[in-house]
């Protein structure tokens, strides 16, 4: 009843919606521009100590916090005295910048100067988010100089020229999928008209939920990845909802009037856009559980597009259709598909068994590169090899973070606060602080211990307050090793005697939070997923097998994708060692795993519909796959116009995003759709239909 109400008020009320449509998306769209300039870092952060630990080193010891490393590489020609003389005056200038916190200068710190190099570190107090004007300023104090090169890196200068480049890859990615998208349809409708109401319908949408994105990050922290996943999925969702709706109504117009035409249109291919964004949302919600700013700001915005795309599809796409109904009745060049259709479903149904091996021989090649797979948090390596920020983090990583007795042995700091509540560290806390240094200093993963105890180093005043005291670790290993991970999970564990307690920090510390977060976020999100599409499913066909075998096509197409993604990233990154980002795997996961129910849906909608009116099995499927296999094949096109382009993006995770999702859409709707699918029907029969 629900979308026949819809199809009368499109007709009796056009005017109406289209000015309200019109108002809203006006103001929506003037603000879209907006959206990169409330952008902040990508939100992997914890709720864990490391945040903890690096509040009180900025605000108790003086330790900069998340600081950007100004790099020099000093030419032997620059005597020492004239090397000091620029740092004092160059870094004295560099503190009248406006949110310049701290600077250390390795004027009297030895261990920041190592060869030709040197570093000093300045820590900001605006967010990664709003750092380009301070950056601009700081490179300007630091001007070219004979003899002294000056490079900026450190997390904030890389996350700056990650935003940078995800706006440019943004731009490239859409004026290269919108206009393929457009020629696909052109070429499965043979109507300009037809074609360009998905691509306007996709446009309007992402504008829309852009503008809006805008306005939440004025109040919300937002990740930057939300800039390409909002485009990503609402060109794909919205262009494929229309697809639906305009092949539907076209079909319809063949023998009905417009408005019967509209009437069945909604009925069918409105139920299944509403079937549809529901598994999708389902998919998104599953990975807002994960408690990190990422996942949740990234879940908000894609939902907020999926929303939008289905309230236009409903509403506003209906008065169009009814509006430009004779423009859309009779196509230019009309492409009869349907026979090659029904044809390739009998050819699959013959022979279900050897379908089903020849399918599934297919997936279990493209699982296999799985073996390779390395996960990582996003650093440096996130941006192409001639980016500055990253070989200076490169050059830094190289010279100061290796072990001095062996350049070629990586290392890594941790710190440990050791402290009692806003009480006064007494001699026998003293003692109980040095027997743990003499642990930590006996353990074959630590390389030195600094502490107040040391003879060298920082000065004691710069590791010791009233209630507590820093211990800087130097550990074997970078930290994301394996053996620094687990002796990071062993020595959070100490227990001191009351009331000393000891908080860790540092980036094995952080890398520890994130994974251990997502592993134990993760089994509830994949059920959550897993069960609720389950339940959508089976209130929709009200079949058990249908909503399993949905399932399961879908988990393998996934893993398959993670496969072709590990195989594929390295080869178009030039980088034969790159591991994908953490977050990558679960936004394909939730993403693809609703969106793929996208045409998913479509089909075994349109085979429940012959089946209602036959009771053939094989009949519906034949049937459904003729009526809804072109549809599907120029969907699962489309999606890969508007993912696919993103691959040849700068950054990493965008790359690899692009290419997990164009690959899960290639594969779902080739092997599994147009394979699997008739066959398993084909095999299992009427228990495909237990329940209706």
């Not at 000093?74 to 005295?81: L, P, R």
Request: proline share 5%.
């Amino acid at each position: 009843m629900l979308y026949l109400w819809l199809a009368d008020k499109a007709i009796r009320y056009p005017r109406g919606i289209l000015i309200t449509w019109l108002v809203c998306l006006s103001w929506f769209a003037a603000h879209a521009s907006d959206l990169p300039a409330v952008l902040h870092d990508h939100g992997l952060r914890t709720q864990g100590s490391y945040n903890d630990v690096q509040h009180v080193l900025s605000e108790d010891f003086g330790i900069p916090e998340d600081p950007v490393i100004v790099l020099f590489d000093v030419q032997k020609k620059v005597s020492s005295d004239e090397f000091q003389s620029y740092l004092e005056q160059r870094l004295h200038v560099a503190a009248s910048i406006q949110g310049v916190k701290k600077i250390i200068s390795p004027v009297n710190r030895p261990e920041m100067r190592k060869a030709n190099f040197a570093y000093a570190l300045i820590e900001f107090s605006q967010p990664s988010g709003e750092m380009e004007g301070a950056l601009k300023e700081l490179r300007q104090v630091f001007p070219p100089q004979e003899g002294i090169g000056v490079r900026l890196t450190g997390s904030k200068v890389v996350q700056t020229d990650v935003n940078a480049a995800s706006r440019t890859d943004l731009g490239k990615a859409e004026s290269l999928g919108i206009p393929i998208a457009f020629i696909i349809m052109w070429l499965a409708f043979g109507s300009v008209w037809a074609a360009l109401l998905p691509v306007w319908m996709g446009v309007i949408s992402v504008a829309g939920a852009m503008g809006f994105m805008a306005e939440l990050g004025k109040h919300a922290e937002l990740s930057s990845f939300v800039l390409n996943v909002i485009p990503m999925v609402g060109l794909a969702l919205s262009i494929d909802f229309a697809l639906m709706m305009v092949s539907r109504f076209r079909e319809e117009l063949h023998r009905r009037s417009a408005g019967d035409a509209l009437r069945i249109t909604m009925e069918t291919a409105g139920r299944a856009v509403v079937l549809s964004a529901a598994c999708v949302a389902l998919g998104l919600a599953g990975i807002a559980f994960i408690p990190m700013p990422i996942f949740a700001s990234v879940a908000w915005g894609a939902m907020v597009v999926l929303l939008l795309s289905v309230l236009l599809t409903l509403t506003l796409l209906p008065v169009i259709l009814y509006r430009l109904s004779e423009r859309l009745r009779a196509p230019r060049y009309p492409m009869k598909t349907a026979g090659i259709w029904r044809w390739s479903a009998h050819a699959v149904m013959r022979r279900p068994g050897t379908v089903i091996m020849f399918g599934s021989g297919l997936l279990l090649v493209c699982l296999l590169p799985l073996n390779d797979m390395r996960i990582a948090i996003p650093d440096a390596s996130s941006l192409p090899s001639e980016y500055a920020s990253r070989q200076a983090f490169e050059d830094w990583e190289e010279v100061f973070q290796t072990h001095s007795a062996n350049n070629e042995t990586p290392v890594n700091q941790v710190w440990a606060i050791i402290g009692k509540d806003n009480r006064q560290l007494t001699r026998q806390d003293l003692g109980h602080i040095r027997t743990v240094i003499k642990v930590l200093t006996s353990d074959p993963q630590v390389i030195h211990v600094q502490s107040v105890f040391s003879r060298q180093g920082l000065p004691v005043q710069a590791l010791l307050r009233k209630d507590s005291t820093v211990l800087k670790v130097t550990l074997k290993g970078s930290p994301s090793d394996a053996a620094v991970q687990t002796w990071m999970t062993r020595w959070e564990q100490l227990q001191l005697p009351e009331p000393l307690t000891i908080l860790w920090g540092g980036e094995a510390k952080y890398q520890q939070e994130v994974f251990e977060t997502l592993r134990k976020s993760m089994p509830g999100a994949l059920i959550f997923i897993v069960l609720s599409n389950f339940i959508v499913l089976y209130i929709a066909f009200r079949s058990f097998l249908i909503p399993l075998k949905a399932l399961l096509m879908n988990a393998l197409s996934i893993g398959a994708a993670y496969g072709v993604l590990v195989m594929v990233s390295p080869w178009i990154s030039g980088e034969s060692h790159e591991a994908v980002a953490v977050m990558i795997p679960i936004f394909i996961f939730g993403l693809v795993f609703g969106i793929s129910m996208d045409y998913g849906v479509f089909l075994l909608s349109r085979i429940a519909e012959h089946y209602r009116l036959t009771g053939d099995n094989e009949q519906a499927v034949a049937e459904g796959l003729a009526s809804a296999g072109g549809i599907i094949t120029s969907a699962a096109l489309i999606m890969m116009a508007v993912t696919a382009p993103f691959a040849a993006g700068d950054v990493a995770g965008v790359r690899q995003l692009g290419i997990g999702i164009a690959a899960a859409v290639f594969i779902d709707a080739t092997i599994i759709r147009l394979l699997l699918i008739p066959s398993l029907m084909k095999w299992l029969g009427p228990w495909n239909w237990r329940g209706i």
